[in-house]
């Protein structure tokens, strides 16, 4: 049973930076595709940014492009998500998810994404 949980978040300052971690109990496989999600209030679950564990792949949603970094460390069985020039539209909760099988492509698809942690809230104010 693959376990996620994430650590990181809290609430700065609109322009700062914060950097959170997903450590997973396992990797479903070798070459696992990896997420960053969040839901702010009243809003869908978006995906954020991906990673393969395999290939180091990478994909991110447009609007992050350039200010958030993910990468991995599968020694530790963790991933991050470095996040930076924040702005009050970020704020949301950060839910970290693994994929089961599939594969590790753009658009990122939340149906893609089997096992997912509690989440951790992020907060940006202006």
């Known amino acids: 049973q693959v376990q996620l949980q994430e650590s990181g978040g809290g609430s700065v300052q609109a322009g700062g930076s914060l950097r959170l971690a997903c450590t997973a109990s396992?990797?479903?496989?070798?070459?696992?595709?990896m997420g960053w999600f969040r839901q702010a209030p009243g809003k869908e679950r978006e995906g954020v940014a991906i990673?393969?564990?395999?290939?180091?792949?990478?994909y991110y949603r447009n609007s992050v492009k350039g200010r958030f970094t993910i990468s991995r460390d599968n020694a530790k069985k963790t991933v991050y998500l470095q996040m930076n020039s924040l702005t009050p539209e970020d704020t949301a909760i950060y839910y970290c998810?693994?994929?089961?099988?599939?594969?590790?492509?753009?658009?990122?698809?939340?149906?893609?994404?089997?096992?997912w942690g509690q989440g951790t809230q992020v907060d940006a104010t202006s």
């Open positions: 998810a693994a994929a089961q099988g599939a594969p590790c492509t753009y658009p990122i698809l939340r149906s893609n994404f089997a096992y």
């Open positions: 990673i393969s564990t395999g290939t180091g792949t990478v």
């Open positions: 396992t990797y479903p496989s070798t070459n696992t595709c």
